[in-house]
């Protein structure tokens, strides 16, 4: 087919990037801008660029960027660490274990997997009312905890069974305990399956807006995401504001991608070779 039309691929290639690069395009270029320039020419490029729409949006009087910027981090880095930690060693655990409760909990967890949040947020708000941990961010972390613990569990499942187990054989030999083949010979080796775990899950928690709306509560707390919620209002006219807002919370979870990249690719495919 490709040697029919070779044209096809290199215009779907085209036809896809295009998708994905014009908001990206849309928000860099209003950044930039003056008010007045974007509604009247939102995809025009900046003339001049200006740097006003970050600057009052980092010196807003409610401060809403860096409450939301500090919510975001504590609740992303705090939720990616525990989940790294508990997938770890409950994919350790799944990996290794051919008894009938290790295949029932796989089946339980893939259950998880197929359930959109959305779908469970009423009883959740329902038992963290119960808990007293509605409108926290303890409450907010243990909704993230075990809703993305079954995808956490099945990276590093298929990544430990390309671990040869004559290793853990080894240690176990030289008296080691379960505990320590783990955490001594086993957790360094998932580097590259805890920079994928951390990539997917840091991106999906840090863009999450439903979730910590609901259980944060609109007066209550803020994240990045409902940060530019809060900013746009019934009302709102000031988009170059709402750019900037948008665009300065797209940076740190940049960054935390680009550190981790090279290991990216390795830690997803690290589990294909072994099923």
Do not use: C
């Not at 860096?66 to 930690?85: A, Y």
């Not at 997997?113 to 941990?133: E, F, K, N, S, Y």
């Not at 010979?185 to 979730?211: E, Q, T």
């Not at 709306?213 to 990045?224: D, F, N, Y």
């Amino acid at each position: 087919m490709n040697d029919r039309i070779p044209w096809l691929r290199p215009v779907t290639a085209l036809g896809v990037t295009t998708v994905f690069f014009v908001p990206l395009y849309l928000v860099l270029t209003n950044v930039f801008k003056p008010g007045d320039q974007i509604s009247a020419a939102p995809a025009s490029l900046p003339r001049p660029p200006t740097l006003d729409n970050i600057v009052a949006v980092l010196t807003r009087p409610d401060r809403l960027f860096w409450v939301s910027l500090t919510n975001s981090v504590i609740v992303t880095t705090v939720s990616v660490l525990v989940l790294v930690v508990l997938s770890a060693m409950l994919g350790h655990y799944v990996a290794r274990t051919r008894s009938r409760w290790a295949r029932a909990l796989t089946l339980v967890l893939l259950a998880g997997l197929m359930i959109p949040p959305q779908v469970i947020l009423i009883p959740i708000t329902d038992v963290l009312r119960a808990g007293h941990l509605m409108a926290t961010v303890q409450g907010l972390i243990l909704f993230n905890v075990g809703y993305y613990l079954p995808f956490g569990m099945f990276v590093f499942a298929g990544f430990i069974r390309t671990i040869p187990i004559e290793l853990e054989e080894a240690a176990t030999i030289d008296g080691a305990g379960r505990a320590q083949v783990f955490w001594r010979v086993v957790f360094p080796l998932l580097r590259p399956a805890s920079a994928s775990v951390m990539i997917f899950l840091g991106v999906w928690i840090w863009n999450d807006f439903i979730d910590p709306l609901i259980i944060l509560g609109p007066g209550r707390g803020t994240t990045v995401t409902t940060g530019v919620y809060r900013a746009i209002g019934q009302y709102q006219s000031d988009f170059g504001s709402v750019f900037a807002l948008m665009f300065l919370a797209t940076l740190p979870v940049l960054a935390f991608y680009l550190a981790l990249q090279r290991h990216f690719v390795k830690g997803l495919t690290g589990g294909a070779t072994k099923g």
